[in-house]
Every structure is written in structure tokens, then in C-alpha cells.
């Protein structure tokens, strides 16, 4: 039972950390110093995707799941929980590619903006 909750804990915070990476630009904006933790985590969901590395919780889960008695599953967090959802069958290389230039573009809009606030805040206060 404690494996299972474990395991639930686990993804819940994957989701969470894969939400923060995608949209965590959009934090920062609003409240600027969430921009020292957000640059670090998109930039780890970026290299995820580009070297085809695993994020180390998608094994913590799995292992949790199968101490549970629950059977694990193939391949990664993305393929299991979102690829059905929000991308196309047959998830390939060409894709993860793509997702993390997606992530880079969205988060490079947003920095920009940010960028420009900042200037416009400093500019304001020295003149």
C-alpha cells in the first residue's frame, strides 16, 4: 500500500515538474525569482528530450509500482501518460526533437517578454 501511494506521489510530481518545464516561463513572469528555478528545470526537460535520456523518476516509479505488486510499464513518463493524450502514435526521435524545440521556443517567447518588462522597469527608475 505504501509502494502504491509512493508510486502515485511520484507521478504526481513528474506532472508537476513536466508542467513547470512547459509553462514555468509564465511563473516568471508574474514573480520574476521563479525564473532561478525555472531556466534550470527547462533546460534539464530539454536535454530529456534531446539525448533520449530518462528522467531518473520514471524508473522510481516503476520500481515502486512493481514493489506494490502493480504491473510497470514500457517505455517512459511521456509515452505512458501523455503521448496518448496530447501527441500523435509513434512518438519517435524526430518527434522528442521537436518537442524540445517547442519547449525552447515557448520558453524564449516568454523570457524575451520578461526581458523586455525588466528594461522597461529599469529605464523607468533611472529616468
Known sequence: MIARLAADLVLVVHAAFVLFVVLGGLAALRWPRVAWLHLPAALWGV???????????????????????????EGGFIEHYVVRWLYPPGLDRRYQ????????????????????????RK?????
Open 123 to 127: 529605464r523607468g527608475a533611472t529616468g
Open 97 to 120: 526533437v521537436l518537442l524540445g524545440l517547442a519547449v525552447l521556443l515557448v520558453n524564449g517567447v516568454v523570457y524575451a517578454v520578461w526581458a523586455c518588462r525588466w528594461r522597461q
Open 47 to 73: 536535454l530529456i528530450e534531446w539525448c533520449g535520456w530518462v528522467c531518473p523518476l520514471t524508473p522510481l516509479e516503476k520500481w515502486l509500482r512493481r514493489v506494490a505488486g502493480q504491473a510497470g510499464y
